[in-house]
């Protein structure tokens, strides 16, 4: 019989974790916030390490949201996700305005980026 392993920090096996950090990251579209990052120029050393810098930000912003879909006690993945979406309504409708809107422009800098990890940060 195999054992999947357990994640410590959440108490759950691996296949739930992954789930819950592939999901928020599907619900609030991470996957193109992550591309305007890496679009960003980096023409000097600390343009790059701003760069980096966002990147790291959004990559432990997705960990710390996963952590608190976790918190809201039992389920599954799908039931974990729900009660967090309730939780956090109106933060997450703010928060996906705010990022459709940025979806939509071109070249997003590094301002516009900033902002929306710190709306992010509001539902960690």
Not at 4 to 33: C, K, M, N, W
Request: net charge neutral; charged share 25%.
């Amino acid at each position: 019989m195999s054992v999947s392993p357990r994640i410590e920090a959440v108490g759950r096996d691996f296949g739930q974790v992954a789930d819950v950090h592939v999901g928020v990251g599907t619900r609030l579209g991470l996957s193109r916030l992550r591309q305007q990052i890496e679009a960003l120029p980096a023409d000097s050393y600390w343009q790059g390490l701003a760069k980096a810098a966002l990147g790291d930000d959004l990559a432990g912003l997705q960990r710390s949201i996963a952590q608190s879909v976790f918190s809201g006690g039992e389920g599954d993945p799908t039931q974990l996700m729900a009660g967090w979406e309730a939780r956090n309504r109106t933060g997450l409708e703010r928060a996906q305005r705010l990022l459709a809107e940025l979806a939509e422009t071109k070249g997003a800098d590094l301002a516009m980026l900033s902002v929306a990890l710190r709306e992010l940060r509001n539902l960690a």
